[in-house]
């Protein structure tokens, strides 16, 4: 029996007390209180307290309470499709309560749904530029014309159900992946623990590509393990198609996919690449020829083949070079994926580490068959972050493939650490424990979405849309153009075109359309009066001031006659 000294009680103490914490936080979240709580944010009891548990495992480690048994078998008796079904409607339920705290579409997904509508009614593309992919509004423009409603605000339904669609097939992706590499109750928590954090559910209502983009990058990694692990596999095929259904659906999935080529190669070694011969060849030769027509699509319209995604590495809202890898060493792991979730890719980083000490470790143990593959995983998850950290600017929505790939090596170290205490009698009540966790806390974070996270940007929305509406409704279907700080969200809303005021200098409205400058009180973007009057340029106008609730106030629309 192991000895129990003062600094087990100790830790055993602490890790009850933080874990208990951890637990009446969610409790208060779910239960409306986030308020309670700065900014409705929880603390991160449970980083300390996995710790704590280690440390204090002589006190409780020797056998399982006969009640927790009899609540593993219970559970057990569940078949595991009933609990992915459950997840999945767990995410949909999400997606469709989130709804009502952001009816609204936000800046980056108007932008997509003005290109979507413009393919299917020919309204102007307000907001969309070159280096933006076109898999996401070509999927809008589908969802648009299977409603027959593509109207600004009854629009929004459509084009959110898409959102749907991708978050719960990266979803099931990621169940099945981590079912494939783990075991099916595994790959439950997994997708648990990944629908928890908040850096994935705060998109989760959005119609934005990088969650669906995940998925299909999950997706990639699979084929190539597969195509390592298994004898004469033919997975190589598949990764031409997978990666341009990615490239296609986001640009920037450029980086993730240098991540996981440089990742293949460190884990498995150049040699084992190259013995795959006339597979890996002819998945070039597929790649290579997928991407021609992004290619002259770029040549045409920016006159180099890599301008389109030379200009979306330019786009990014960054300080300096690597601002986005300082952010992310800074809110690593607890802002990515929440308190529960930031244990968990703890310990998928020890996992990699571990397995990468046995593969070209002296002494380091028994290399184990999944040794390699976790290497891959974890040095794909890491290199995800300092690519894309230099690249572009830091956002949690970026680095999802990462939290992804941590997440399942460490859903699967955890049931391994738990497997070796009492001959792995701990391993179902841990596993059990953690979901049931994951479950509270996915109820706990979508309160600090709905109240702490889509405050602000809805804010915004009870300025620009009143407005927007105010202007379309104006323009009584004639051709129209709004010059404001907030074109995606005006072109939408008023079906207008809309460019800023630096756009705006440069063009040359067509012969009758009518222009409308829109200026708020706490706008961006926007000339100060002089050069409002410089814009007018002693033209006529129609002046009106229309007072709004949102974050940057009452807005004074000029319009030309």
């Not at 390699?372 to 999802?400: C, K, M, N, Q």
């Not at 859903?411 to 009698?425: F, K, N, T």
Request: hydrophobic letters at 50%; proline letters at 5%; charged letters at 15%.
């Amino acid at each position: 029996m192991a000895r129990i000294t003062r600094t087990t009680r100790t830790a055993g103490v602490v890790a009850v007390v933080l874990t208990v914490l951890a637990c009446a936080q969610q409790v208060l979240l779910v239960a409306g209180f986030g308020g309670w709580l700065p900014g409705w944010q929880p603390w991160p009891y449970l980083l300390v307290a996995a710790p704590a548990w280690l440390l204090s495992r002589p006190l409780w480690g020797e056998r399982v309470p006969p009640v927790w048994e009899r609540a593993v078998g219970a559970l057990r008796r569940v078949p595991s499709w009933a609990y992915v079904a459950g997840v999945l409607a767990l995410a949909a339920g999400a997606w469709a309560v989130l709804q009502d705290f952001e009816p609204y579409l936000g800046h980056e997904e108007a932008v997509y749904a003005n290109k979507a509508r413009s393919w299917v009614e020919g309204t102007p593309d307000a907001g969309w530029g070159v280096y933006r992919p076109v898999g996401l509004p070509a999927l809008g423009a589908l969802a648009l014309w299977l409603s027959g409603d593509a109207g600004g605000v009854a629009g929004v339904g459509a084009l959110r159900a898409v959102a749907l669609v991708l978050v719960l097939g990266t979803l099931t992706v990621t169940y099945l992946v981590a079912a494939a590499w783990t075991t099916r109750r595994r790959a439950v928590v997994v997708v648990l623990v990944l629908l928890s954090g908040l850096g994935f559910l705060r998109r989760v209502p959005e119609y934005l590509n990088d969650i669906g983009t995940t998925g299909l990058l999950l997706l990639v990694v699979f084929l190539l393990v597969r195509a390592q692990e298994k004898d004469g596999s033919r997975a190589l095929w598949g990764v031409p198609a997978v990666a341009l259904a990615a490239f296609y659906l986001r640009y920037g999935v450029v980086g993730n996919l240098l991540a996981i080529g440089l990742a293949a190669v460190f884990a498995y070694g150049p040699r084992a690449w190259l013995a795959q011969g006339r597979r890996l060849a002819g998945a070039g030769v597929l790649l290579a020829l997928g991407l021609v027509p992004h290619f002259v699509h770029a040549l045409l319209e920016t006159g180099r083949p890599l301008g389109m995604i030379l200009s979306a590495t330019s786009q990014a809202n960054r300080a300096y070079v690597g601002d986005g890898l300082v952010y992310y060493l800074a809110v690593f792991p607890y802002r990515l994926a929440g308190d529960l979730g930031a244990v968990v890719m703890v310990a998928g980083l020890w996992a990699a580490g571990s397995a990468m000490r046995r593969v070209w470790g002296r002494g380091a143990g028994v290399v184990r068959g999944d040794d390699r593959r976790r290497v891959f995983l974890g040095t794909a998850a890491l290199l995800v972050f300092v690519i894309l950290g230099i690249a572009t600017d830091g956002e949690p929505r970026f680095v999802y493939l990462a939290v992804v790939l941590l997440t399942v090596l460490g859903v699967q170290a955890v049931a391994e650490l738990a497997g070796a205490w009492s001959g792995g009698a701990w391993r179902a009540p841990v596993l059990a424990v953690v979901a049931a966790l994951a479950g509270l806390t996915v109820l706990g974070t979508a309160q600090v979405v709905a109240h702490g996270a889509m405050p602000g940007p809805k804010r915004l929305s009870w300025s620009t849309v009143p407005v927007a509406l105010e202007i379309g409704a104006a323009a009584q279907g004639r051709p129209c153009l709004v010059v404001t700080g907030y074109e995606p969200e005006f072109g939408w809303y008023s079906r207008c075109d809309a460019v800023t005021y630096s756009q705006y200098r440069k063009m040359r409205v067509p012969e009758g359309t009518r222009v409308s400058l829109v200026v708020f009180e706490r706008g961006r973007l926007q000339p100060d009066a002089a050069g409002l009057e410089r814009l007018i340029g002693g033209r006529d106008t129609d002046v009106r001031k229309i007072g709004t609730d949102g974050s940057v106030g009452t807005a004074t629309v000029v319009t030309l006659r």
